[in-house]
């Protein structure tokens, strides 16, 4: 913590961000275990049927 003081790095700033992405990262990671039966249906109909409207698209 000093070596940091004195390098003027902000440790409650960097500890602050650090724990925001921890936070951000479980609940994406719990949102996805919970939505997983919906995304595999989802992709897997994107797989059989393809996208709407693709056979018009220009890109």
């Not at 409650?12 to 939505?35: G, P, S, Y």
């Amino acid at each position: 913590m000093a070596e940091a003081a004195e390098l003027g790095i902000d440790v409650q700033a960097l500890t602050d961000e650090a724990l925001r992405r921890a936070v951000k990262r479980e609940k994406d990671r719990r949102w996805q275990a919970e939505h997983a039966d919906v995304i595999a249906w989802y992709n897997d109909h994107i797989e059989r049927d393809g996208i709407f409207g693709e056979e018009w698209r220009t890109f």
